[in-house]
């Protein structure tokens, strides 16, 4: 631990590290520890140091968080940071993306999920989910360090719940800080309205992978690029027998898609073609129709042969989506505007 020594001395560091039961005198970047020895360290440094610092151990680990800060920016991953948004909001409620760009690098990496809600101009309500045990005031300090040394912030972190079960934690914290880019809600703008129209064929054409949810969970309508790649089982079957969600870690649920802004990652359930192109289908007009509304949706496509197609299907990866969850009043229904990784 390069800070404790830093701060507090060489002797203090091995009398810590000898009540923690670690032989290691240094730790080595990309080596894989035990997730519980950070939590013993933090526990040893309160013995050591708790009556010359009066912290304890929660406050170590926070200072831990803190430091990890300072340790990531040493090696230039500060510069992720600096991109991820002008306001400390816009990192927050980016994190996840954050995480995914880092898999990359980290292929192995199990990251968390946050997501923020009750957005405010004095600020806002950050979950933390995770399958790690014991990081609660780690992510503290992350917070407050990442406010202070890239958005000149001060923040006020309040625990508003803390539940662990056997497989996860789920912290809610309350964070109060001058929130400058917070904006209040405007009217959707992705909403059809009389003088800003788009035909469905038109909205699938752009986006040909997306698919709309109704509210009990089926899927009614679906560009061509999904149902050439998955076939047009989906129209009319439950999206949760369809796919499993990968991010965010959460209920795979209406209320879910509504309420979290994040990226969704959908993995289909059904293998794909080997070459998913329109030359393998042929046009099948259908005629569902939006629930108050007389439009139509695109043209879905099926396979000429079945039996070829099923073979097919069963040999190939399956499809991996990622994009975001967009209620359209008009349509009463959830629009999954993705593309496939």
């Known amino acids: 631990m390069y800070y404790l020594v830093e701060k507090y001395g060489e002797e203090k560091w091995d009398k810590i590290r000898e009540r923690a ?15 519980s020895m950070m939590q013993k360290i933090a526990d040893a440094s309160e013995e050591v140091l708790g009556e ?12 831990f968080g803190r430091c990890f800060v300072k340790f990531f920016s040493h090696y230039g991953y500060d510069r992720i940071i600096r991109v991820s948004g002008r306001h400390l909001r816009d990192f927050l409620i980016g994190i996840d993306s954050l ?20 957005e405010t101009s004095g600020g806002l309500t950050l979950h933390y989910i995770s399958k790690r045990k ?12 990442i406010a202070s040394a890239f958005y000149n912030l001060d923040v006020d972190v309040k625990i508003l719940n803390n539940e662990v079960t056997n497989t ?26 009389s003088k800003r129209s788009v035909s469905i064929e038109v909205f699938f054409n752009l986006f040909p992978f997306s698919f709309a ?8 309508m679906a560009g061509h690029g999904i149902i050439s790649t998955v076939g047009n089982r989906i129209i009319g079957n439950d999206v949760r027998e369809l796919f499993t969600m990968r991010r965010p870690k959460a209920d795979f649920t209406w209320n879910t898609f509504t309420t979290r802004h994040v990226m969704f990652e959908l993995v289909c359930t059904l293998a794909t073609l080997r070459r998913p192109t329109r030359a393998n289908f042929t046009l099948q007009q ?12 695109p043209l879905f ?31 009463n229904k959830i629009i999954y505007i993705c593309s496939p990784l």
């Open 21 to 35: 039961g670690i032989s290691e005198h240094m730790f080595i970047t990309h080596k894989r520890y035990s997730e």
């Open 52 to 63: 010359e610092t009066d912290m304890t151990s929660d406050d170590f680990m926070q200072f």
């Open 99 to 118: 995480h995914e760009h880092m898999r990359f690098g980290y292929q192995k990496m199990l990251s968390p999920s946050f997501f923020c809600e009750e």
């Open 134 to 145: 014991g990081f609660m005031y780690y992510v503290i300090g992350q917070v407050k360090e």
């Open 168 to 193: 996860t934690t789920h912290v809610v914290y309350r964070l109060d800080f001058e929130n400058a880019g917070y904006k209040p809600p405007i009217p959707d703008s992705l909403s059809i309205h």
């Open 213 to 220: 949810i109704a509210r009990d969970m089926t899927v009614h």
């Open 286 to 297: 259908s005629s569902y129709k939006l629930q108050n509304s007389s439009m139509e949706c």
């Open 301 to 331: 496509l099926s396979t000429e042969n079945e039996q070829q197609y099923e073979t097919m299907m069963s040999k190939q990866p399956k499809l991996h989506l990622r994009g975001t969850m967009k209620f359209m009043p008009s349509w």
